[in-house]
């Protein structure tokens, strides 16, 4: 079981590896982009949100498919699609073609990465969460740590389309490793699909994140976007009403009566708002405030992904002798705190200390997502999880999407009040504080979680020591 433990994790991340490296490449790449397709940077935003925006609304479903068509099944299927829209983004000639296959792409990676995490959880006994979770995160972490170097490389000395198709191979290996080592875990029972949830959750959040994304862009008129807004606000409304009512809703509203479910949720969110935004901020800080090259700019922000992965291996000790309530809370500061760094750079800053402030960044940061995503799980039945990782993995999206959402609208007013609709550094250093700020609101998620919360995941010494004397007493 040990073994498998890590076998199944590097499978799944297969998947995550070219999600996550087509991310941070095409992050580093977007003054390129933008360039060639005759649009503004801030505009490109789209590119990003749109793919979020993909995979909020298709995640809801996620769940529902693997159990009905088979969980490896729908695997395969998702990657095979996120592949495609690869090649798409790689031939795409204007703004809405990129746009445009960008969505495609959500909808694999929509599929891809929950029903991956899905087989994980549930092949996985809970006390080897933990590391199963660290082990499926350090193979994922490897396609951030090369996409912005490579990213940068690519668009400096090639053509930015190349940063797309370099996707199609690691596609080809992702099918071959889930067709070869993959179990077909399937659902016992397979509940009606909630029709009228799903176009209820789908629309609204469809509508409320574009609508924010399009504020204030020459895109369509403010009005417009205000009042796609308000509809998504009032559908997700209506959607909660829904839930309420409905036997087994898409997004079972009911699953944030479990404390640790409700926390990472929650927290979670808040903490992805500034995660979110700064692979957004950072390449067009270091590009279009300080002058660096793409190549330059990626070499640097990889620094903080070299952080993420060196903490993968320390996890599951720091998370037993301090629980999980501590480490949360205090990380959680810490994490907010250095992304609120990234605003004190200027152009004089040397690169070694940027690059270290990125390294211990990234390491504090994979610290709070392995515990929060491994915490969120903690109490959840295996018949539960289904439901459970496509409403935690809808939250993820949203969160992420908002971040990038909020950074851009943090650009776009410092540029008003300026009167300049130039991009200089000063205004990165508001958006930075911003969003770190609401990151390390995020600990106030886990102030009312017990002390011994997640012990399950981490079999933390001095609880099996109580347990151990209470057996005794019964004992006697």
């Not at 995640?59 to 829209?85: C, H, M």
Request: net charge neutral; charged share 10%.
């Amino acid at each position: 079981m040990a073994e498998f433990s890590r076998i199944l994790p590097l499978v799944v991340a297969s998947a995550l590896f070219m999600e996550n490296m087509d991310s941070t490449v095409i992050a580093t790449s977007l003054p390129a982009i933008a360039s060639d397709l005759n649009v503004d940077p801030i505009v490109l935003k789209l590119a990003f949100t749109t793919y979020l925006l993909s995979l909020t609304v298709f995640i809801p479903i996620s769940g529902w498919t693997a159990d009905r068509f088979g969980a490896k099944n729908v695997f395969r299927a998702a990657i095979a699609v996120f592949t495609l829209g690869s090649i798409a983004c790689g031939f795409s000639q204007s703004l809405e073609g990129l746009v445009a296959a960008r969505a495609l792409q959500g909808v694999g990676g929509a599929m891809m990465v929950p029903v991956g995490r899905l087989i994980l959880l549930r092949a996985i006994p809970k006390s080897q969460m933990v590391n199963a979770l660290a082990y499926l995160t350090i193979p994922a972490l490897i396609g951030p740590l090369i996409g912005p170097p490579v990213g940068g490389f690519i668009t400096t000395y090639f053509h930015w389309r190349w940063i797309f198709l370099i996707n199609v191979p690691v596609g080809i290996v992702g099918l071959i490793l889930a067709t070869a080592l993959m179990p077909d875990i399937r659902a016992d029972r397979v509940p009606r699909l909630d029709t009228i949830g799903f176009i209820l959750s789908g629309v609204g959040l469809s509508a409320l994140v574009f609508g924010l994304t399009v504020l204030g862009l020459d895109l369509v008129a403010n009005e417009v976007a205000i009042g796609l807004a308000v509809a998504g606000s009032v559908l997700l409304g209506l959607y909660v009403l829904h839930a309420r009512r409905a036997a087994e809703p898409i997004l079972d509203l009911n699953l944030l009566h479990i404390p640790t479910f409700r926390a990472g949720v929650i927290g979670g969110s808040l903490f992805r708002i500034g995660v979110g935004a700064t692979p957004f901020l950072l390449p067009l800080l270091l590009q279009l405030g300080f002058g660096l090259t793409p190549f330059q700019a990626g070499m640097l922000t990889c620094a903080s992904v070299a952080g993420a992965l060196t903490m993968k291996f320390t996890v599951h000790r720091v998370l037993r002798h301090y629980g999980f309530r501590t480490v949360l809370i205090v990380n959680g500061l810490i994490s907010g705190a250095f992304i609120a760094v990234n605003g004190l750079f200027t152009i004089s800053t040397p690169w070694i200390v940027i690059g270290v402030c990125l390294l211990l960044g990234g390491f504090f940061r994979s610290l709070q997502f392995t515990s929060m995503n491994a915490l969120a799980y903690g109490d959840i039945d295996h018949p539960e999880m289904s439901r459970a990782t496509s409403f935690y993995m809808v939250a993820q999206q949203l969160s992420l999407s908002a971040g990038v959402a909020f950074a851009a609208f943090i650009l776009e007013m410092t540029q008003m009040l300026r009167g300049d609709l130039t991009l200089v550094a000063a205004d990165f250093s508001i958006a930075f504080f911003a969003v770190g700020a609401v990151s390390a609101l995020s600990v106030i998620s886990y102030l009312g979680l017990s002390h011994d919360a997640g012990e399950e995941l981490v079999q933390r010494r001095a609880t099996q020591v109580s347990r151990q004397v209470t057996a005794s007493s019964y004992r006697e």
